[in-house]
């Protein structure tokens, strides 16, 4: 399975979590850091690459901190009739493929994942 088909898959997963938790309160960022998590592992898996649930965590809870914004703007935009569910599907769905594709940056400039470095994986998100 290629990078393009495994990030599309989990993101359409996403887009349909964000969509059918939209209504209840609650975050459902614990269920989709668990999709982006095996993502994340997937993905490490097309590589070959041995990659332990945690490390996989750990370079999502670092790659993830555009999440951190997604929870204000949710809240913004949860009042306004329509707009929750489309926001919530879209916004999860763009957030998991943002991930996956900074996971495919990452996973191809390194040789080894035993451990994530969250600044080496900064710098080598900014630098490029």
Request: hydrophobic letters at 55%.
């Amino acid at each position: 399975m290629s990078d393009h088909l495994v990030i599309h898959a989990f993101s359409t997963a996403a887009a349909g979590i964000g969509a059918g938790l939209a209504p209840f309160p609650g975050p459902d960022t614990p269920i989709l850091a668990s999709l982006q998590t095996s993502m994340i592992m997937a993905l490490a898996g097309e590589r070959s690459v041995s990659m332990s649930r945690v490390a996989a965590a750990e370079l999502l809870l670092t790659l993830g901190a555009v999440m951190v914004g997604r929870g204000a703007s949710r809240a913004l935009v949860r009042w306004i009739p329509g707009w929750n569910i489309a926001f919530c599907s879209i916004t999860a769905a763009a957030v998991t493929e943002a991930i996956g594709w900074a996971a495919v940056r990452w996973f191809d400039s390194q040789a080894s994942l035993d451990h994530v470095d969250h600044g080496a994986v900064m710098d080598d998100l900014h630098a490029g």
